[in-house]
């Protein structure tokens, strides 16, 4: 393996795989070990159902971008969840790296477009992971449990074609797309995300988000 794709394997600072308790995730949830891409398989339908994706639970600390911050969560948001299906991938000897895009939410909340004043989302966050000699897009972000509250397909993952969100939702109508790219990254670039989010939404208090949120994500969740 080139020395390239051995930092895709490293444990660091964020895709904390030496952490007991991402190691003890990773353990209980693949039985199958036949292939990596079953392994692969496996661990997205453990992130991304394990924990209830909730937009409000971010908090702009560089600790809440661990694996392991995550996976001691019931409730997280895309870039902690691809960072601990990267971290539990690397476990397991498959190379995985962050990405990140720009997204227009076309069925956002509108609790959630008043925070933010945009439809837009930036910095979202998915996992690139290497199996069979290519890199596959994963995105565990929405649990199936959201996704049929909302309408949508609960995203599957093959680990052999890309698993990105869906254009339309069950009714026909447009829910996500893809409006930019930032690229891949070896870890969590976390001054990059946060001038992005600043400058995408300068009104917002990122070091008081979950603070002032309590009472949005209550009102969300039992409307």
């Not at 795989?17 to 693949?30: G, L, Q, T, W």
């Not at 560089?62 to 539990?88: D, M, N, R, T, W």
């Not at 988000?209 to 969740?221: G, M, P």
Request: aromatic letters at 14%; charged letters at 20%.
């Amino acid at each position: 393996m080139t020395q390239n794709m051995a930092s895709y394997l490293q444990a660091d600072e964020f895709f904390d795989y030496n952490h007991e308790a991402v190691i003890n995730f990773a353990e209980r949830h693949v039985s199958n070990r036949t292939s990596q891409i079953e392994i692969a398989r496996e661990l997205y339908l453990a992130v991304r159902d394990g924990f209830v994706y909730n937009p409000y639970q971010f908090v702009f600390e560089a600790e809440q971008f661990k694996a392991s911050h995550c996976v001691q969560q019931k409730e997280s948001y895309c870039i902690p969840k691809a960072v601990l299906l990267g971290a539990c991938a690397r476990y397991f000897n498959i190379p995985a790296r962050l990405g990140l895009a720009d997204v227009k939410n076309h069925i956002s909340s509108p609790r959630l477009l008043k925070l933010l004043g945009s439809d837009v989302f930036v910095m979202h966050g998915y996992v690139e992971l290497y199996l069979d000699g290519q890199w596959v897009k994963a995105t565990p972000a929405f649990d199936a449990a959201l996704c049929l509250r909302v309408g949508i397909h609960p995203l599957e993952y093959s680990g052999k074609e890309d698993s990105v969100f869906q254009e339309y939702n069950l009714a026909g109508h447009k829910h996500m797309q893809y409006l930019n790219d930032h690229g891949t990254f070896e870890s969590v670039p976390v001054d990059y995300i946060y001038n992005g989010v600043k400058t995408a939404y300068p009104h917002l208090n990122l070091e008081k988000w979950q603070e002032t949120n309590e009472d949005a994500i209550f009102t969300e969740k039992h409307n």
